[in-house]
């Protein structure tokens, strides 16, 4: 799973690009929130359900004037013909794709979705505050297994530790913002194709997969760093709202 940057000094890999590495496959169905984000019937990111009717995913995976669907309830997105019509996209009036700041997007989808054993939303914070460092959480997608590698059809997933914001701050420089966005690492993460999907910790979405080092999936040097969803809550509650 993972996403990169860096112009300059930082460019931006294609979100079409991120997987996990050093990760097995998720128990099928067992992560039910979790959705393919796909452009042109390819997967192209990561999203998770936070209610019947939106999706949430990285700002980024958006480009202009494309159409994005996502597919529901699958393990492997090949074998699934769920495909859903996107309505509106919300993006994060303050998204900066130079920095990936704000880098959250709602996808309200044109049907709501029927909540099953295998189609289900997460829950997010309610409110805003930090995450304890050291707290062992978890990341899923379908993106690359490693940074040359293919993507996988099956979702993946791995075990990550939330590091220090200030530690971040080191690593990242002024690419970080330690009110935004969250950061994690371990034996494994990320990789291209898995923008988008949720960071959970005690089985609450709590980041949003948003960029790692450039083109160093396998052994990065950096750590991969999310977006911070209880930053945004106000904004997630005014479009959650959204009925039409």
């Not at 914070?125 to 297994?145: E, L, M, Q």
């Not at 935004?180 to 999907?197: I, L, P």
């Amino acid at each position: 799973i993972s996403h990169a940057i860096y112009r300059a000094a930082l460019v931006w890999c294609n979100p079409t690009s991120i997987m996990f590495i050093n990760g097995t496959e998720a128990k099928p169905h067992s992560r039910p929130y979790m959705v393919s984000v796909q452009s042109y019937n390819k997967h192209k990111c990561g999203g998770f359900l936070v209610s019947e009717q939106f999706v949430m995913t990285a700002a980024h995976c958006f480009k202009e004037g494309e159409k994005l669907t996502v597919v529901v309830g699958a393990h492997d997105y090949t074998h699934s013909s769920r495909h859903m019509d996107v309505k509106f996209y919300h993006i994060h009036p303050g998204y900066e794709s130079k920095r990936l700041l704000n880098d959250i997007m709602l996808l309200q989808l044109h049907e709501k979705v029927n909540k099953s054993k295998n189609v289900n939303w997460i829950s997010i914070p309610k409110k805003n505050k930090d995450i304890k460092t050291k707290v062992k959480c978890s990341v899923a997608g379908w993106g690359k297994k490693n940074t040359k590698g293919a993507a996988s059809a099956k979702l993946m997933e791995v075990d990550v530790t939330i590091i220090d914001a200030k530690e971040c701050k080191k690593y990242w420089g002024k690419n970080y913002s330690t009110s935004r966005m969250v950061c994690a690492g371990g034996r494994g993460g990320f990789c291209q194709g898995d923008s988008g999907g949720p960071l959970v910790c005690n089985n609450l979405a709590v980041g949003v997969v948003s960029f790692n080092e450039l083109n160093n999936c396998n052994s990065p040097k950096l750590p991969n760093v999310y977006t911070k969803i209880s930053k945004f809550l106000s904004w997630i509650k005014r479009h959650l709202k959204k009925k039409c």
